[in-house]
């Protein structure tokens, strides 16, 4: 657990956020803070709208409501691709890598401005593609051995188990060089000894100074990581704090019983 740089401006700030599919308020006037080198966790019933709000956060889908600031910047109008370069990324509840691809090239593909997908640059500086190549895959091969997979590198995707899944969407953010990253319940499916593991590197990545929002069901894994939770019931925030809080919090455990 990093230390709360409270002082400063939250990396993440989104306030008034309202989404709706229909007749269900999936997301109703909610708001979020995630400060800078903070492992902060997002928990609440099944269909409370932890989902639909990352969705909200990273653009994913456009708020009806409300907005989004990231580094000190309005992010909500912004392409989704847009808001990686800015530095935020994130996973989804169920893993998307590309099965038919080798773990390595999931890596790689997940790279940003990869010189070589520049037309010109590739004919007119073949050189500084080859060199670019070189780098993004000691990067990729680097990130692959904090996460784990390095020895999976040249196998298909399609074969690794699930939590091995949930390690490669981590490692694949890693490779954006993002500032913050939304995790979408990284343990579910996963089984406990690489919780375990995954608990221990996402640790490890927040010593390196990097910001984690997390998803999770698995109350373990919120209470020995996160900082500060927020716990969302109904799409609305019912509560903040820190995990002995929200572990004490009588109107968050109703919300758990009732559901
Ligand atoms: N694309 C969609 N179309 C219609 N309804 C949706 C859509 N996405 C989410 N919902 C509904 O919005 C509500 C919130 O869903 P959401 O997936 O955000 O919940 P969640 O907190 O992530 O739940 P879980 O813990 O089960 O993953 C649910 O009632 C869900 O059925
Ligand atoms: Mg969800």
């Not at 456009?62 to 992010?75: L, S």
């Not at 927040?206 to 996160?226: A, R």
């Not at 927020?230 to 929200?246: H, Q």
Request: aromatic share 6%; proline share 3%; glycine share 8%.
């Amino acid at each position: 657990m990093a230390n709360n740089q409270s002082s400063e401006l939250p990396l993440l700030s989104a306030s008034g956020l309202c989404k709706s599919f229909g007749g269900i308020q999936a997301v109703d006037n909610a708001e979020i803070q995630v400060e800078k080198g903070t492992i902060t966790g997002l928990i609440g019933p099944n269909g409370a709208g932890k989902t639909t709000l990352f969705n909200l956060l990273s653009s994913f889908i456009r708020p009806d409501k409300g907005r989004v600031v990231f580094d000190g910047e309005q992010i909500q109008q912004l392409q989704p691709h847009q808001i990686a370069q800015q530095g935020l990324v994130r996973t989804f509840q169920v893993a998307r890598a590309l099965s038919r691809l080798s773990v390595l090239e999931n890596m790689l593909l997940a790279a940003q401005k990869q010189t070589g997908e520049n037309f010109w640059q590739v004919q007119l500086q073949p050189h500084v593609v080859v060199k670019e190549e070189k780098e993004l895959k000691e990067q990729a091969m680097f990130l692959l051995e904090s996460v784990g997979l390095a020895k999976k590198a040249q196998d298909y995707a399609g074969g690794l188990s699930g939590g091995q899944r949930k390690l490669l969407e981590m490692g694949r953010a890693l490779m954006t060089n993002p500032k913050l990253i939304l995790l979408d319940e990284p343990a579910a499916g996963v089984n406990p000894k690489l919780i375990d593991d995954i608990c221990d590197r996402i640790n490890a990545w927040n010593k390196n100074g990097m910001t984690f929002l997390i998803i999770e069901h698995n109350m373990d894994v919120i209470m020995s990581l996160c900082d500060r939770v927020w716990v969302l019931a109904e799409g609305k925030n019912l509560a903040n704090g820190t995990p002995n809080d929200i572990q004490n919090n009588r109107q968050v455990l109703e919300a758990y019983l009732g559901q």
